[in-house]
């Protein structure tokens, strides 16, 4: 059974993958490394709900380049959310989220990164031990996760002022989810 269900999840992941990139969403030279083998440690990691939650959010991050708000049903795929919910910057991207917000700062284990898009690339990319793959995806999730509470607890008013661009992009996520 679990050769058959890993057959139709590669097929259906290369559908997926091929139209994005007929759309140009991704850059074709950083898709070869994307979709690997997980390793044994992984398929069997000890992770607990919320971190396998990050680990999703973590992958369609690093196919998208996008705020995976999907990932907890709350918005879509936009390019950046404006204002940021949790600074109340004029905007927040991926890089902003993860790298710059002042309210994620605790999330960044010390590191000597340069620019917030350099801890974005460090954030994406594939990660050499357990441990480092786990800081990863644990960094990406805990600064969306944080950004999508901070939208939730808005009151309506709140919402008016501010907006998600790219959640009206229905015709995207429905591309990108295959639907």
């Keep these: 059974m679990r050769p058959a269900i890993q057959a139709s ?3 259906w992941f290369c559908q997926q993958l091929a139209r994005l990139n007929e759309d140009g969403a991704i850059p074709y030279a950083e898709l070869l490394p994307l979709w690997q083998p997980f390793r044994a440690s992984l398929r069997w990691a000890p992770w607990g709900k919320t971190q ?3 680990f999703r ?3 369609v991050a690093r196919i998208t380049t996008r705020v995976p708000l999907a990932v907890w049903g709350h918005g879509g795929l936009p390019l950046e959310l404006n204002p940021c919910p949790l600074c109340s910057a004029r905007s927040a991207d991926l890089a902003h989220l993860v790298g710059e917000c002042a309210s994620t700062t605790k999330y960044r284990e010390e590191g000597s990164w340069a620019s917030s898009s350099e801890v974005l690339k460090w954030c ?3 990660a050499g031990d357990m ?3 786990r800081a990863r ?3 990406l999730g805990l600064s969306v996760s944080a950004a999508v509470a901070a939208m939730s607890s808005r009151t309506p008013t709140d919402q008016e ?3 998600v661009q790219g959640v009206s992009d229905a015709a995207f996520l429905r591309q990108w989810l295959g639907e």
């Design 9 to 11: 999840e590669r097929q």
């Design 52 to 54: 396998w939650r990050f």
């Design 57 to 59: 959010a973590w992958c």
């Design 124 to 126: 994406l990319e594939g």
């Design 131 to 133: 441990a480092d793959l």
């Design 137 to 139: 995806v644990r960094l």
């Design 161 to 163: 002022s501010g907006s």
